[in-house]
C-alpha cells in the first residue's frame, strides 16, 4: 500500500495566497522530502526534514513534520503562477544499509493569475 | 546536484516488442533507481541499480520483464519486454547524491512511452 497519502489530491488558487499540502504515511521514517514535477516531466527535489526536526524553511517553503502524526504538511507562500505543478512528499526508510524513498499520491496544484 | 539525462525523451511502441531507456549521470553514483509513473499516478519503484552486482527488484516487478544493466558508475538502462498498453507510463531514473547527513534523489527528465 502506500506509504504516503496526500491531500488534497487538487489545489486551486489565486496567485499570491498562500498553498498547503498535507501528507500522512505509515511507518517510521528516516526523513521526509517533498518533489515538484511540472507536467509529467522529472521531479525536482524541493526540501528534505529529518525524522528529529519538526519545522524547515526554504524560501517560500516551510514544511512541518509532526512523528507522533505520522504527518507532514509543505506551505508555499506568496504563490505564483510557476508554482503551478504537482507536488510529491517521499518517505526515507532504511533498506539494506540505503534508503528506499516511497511517494505519496500527490496533489495537483494550479495557481490562477 | 547531478544532472541526468534520459533516451529516448518519448516512444510509441506495438504491443509485444521490447524497448531500452538510457540513463546517463554527469558523476559517478553508487545508487541509481528506476520507477515507472503511470498516468496520473505517482512514482513506483521498480527496481535499485548497483554496478557490479544485479539489480534489486521491488514487489511485482521481475527482471525477466524489467531487464537492468549497470556497467559502470555513470550509465544505467532499463528494458521493457514484451510491452502490452499496460506498459505505458513515464520512466524515470534517478542517483542518490549522499552528503552532509542528507539522502537525496535527483531525477531525469523521464521517457515518456506509449503502448500501442
Known amino acids: 500500500s502506500q506509504q504516503g497519502e496526500e491531500d488534497p489530491q487538487a489545489l486551486s488558487i489565486q496567485e499570491g495566497e498562500n498553498a498547503t499540502m498535507n501528507c500522512s504515511y505509515k511507518?517510521?521514517?528516516?526523513?521526509l522530502q517533498w518533489y515538484r514535477q511540472n507536467s509529467g516531466r522529472g521531479l525536482v527535489h524541493l526540501i528534505l526534514?529529518?525524522?528529529?526536526?519538526r519545522e524547515k524553511h526554504s524560501g517560500r517553503l516551510r514544511v512541518t513534520l509532526d512523528t507522533s502524526k505520522k504527518s507532514s504538511s509543505l506551505l508555499i507562500t506568496a504563490s505564483r503562477a510557476a508554482d503551478t505543478a504537482s507536488y510529491f512528499c517521499?518517505?526515507?526508510?532504511?533498506?539494506?544499509?540505503?534508503?528506499?524513498?516511497?511517494f505519496g499520491t500527490g496533489t495537483r496544484l494550479t495557481i490562477i493569475p | 546536484s547531478a544532472v541526468i539525462s534520459q533516451k529516448p525523451s518519448r516512444d510509441i511502441c506495438q504491443r509485444g516488442t521490447s524497448l531500452t531507456i538510457q540513463c546517463q549521470v554527469d558523476?559517478?553514483?553508487?545508487?541509481m533507481f528506476w520507477y515507472r509513473q503511470q498516468p496520473g499516478q505517482s512514482l513506483t519503484l521498480i527496481a535499485t541499480?548497483?554496478?557490479?552486482?544485479?539489480?534489486?527488484?521491488e514487489s511485482g516487478f521481475v527482471i525477466d520483464k524489467f531487464p537492468i544493466s549497470r556497467p559502470n558508475l555513470t550509465f544505467s538502462t532499463l528494458t521493457v519486454s514484451n510491452m502490452s498498453p499496460e506498459d505505458s507510463s513515464i520512466y524515470l531514473c534517478?542517483?542518490?547524491?549522499?552528503?552532509?547527513?542528507?539522502?537525496?534523489?535527483?531525477f531525469g527528465p523521464g521517457t515518456r512511452l506509449t503502448v500501442l
Open positions: 534517478s542517483v542518490e547524491r549522499l552528503g552532509l547527513g542528507r539522502n537525496e534523489q535527483f
Open positions: 511507518t517510521s521514517i528516516n526523513n
Open positions: 526534514i529529518r525524522s528529529n526536526e
Open positions: 517521499a518517505t526515507a526508510v532504511p533498506n539494506f544499509g540505503n534508503e528506499k524513498l516511497t
Open positions: 558523476s559517478q553514483v553508487t545508487m
Open positions: 541499480a548497483n554496478q557490479g552486482s544485479e539489480a534489486t527488484y
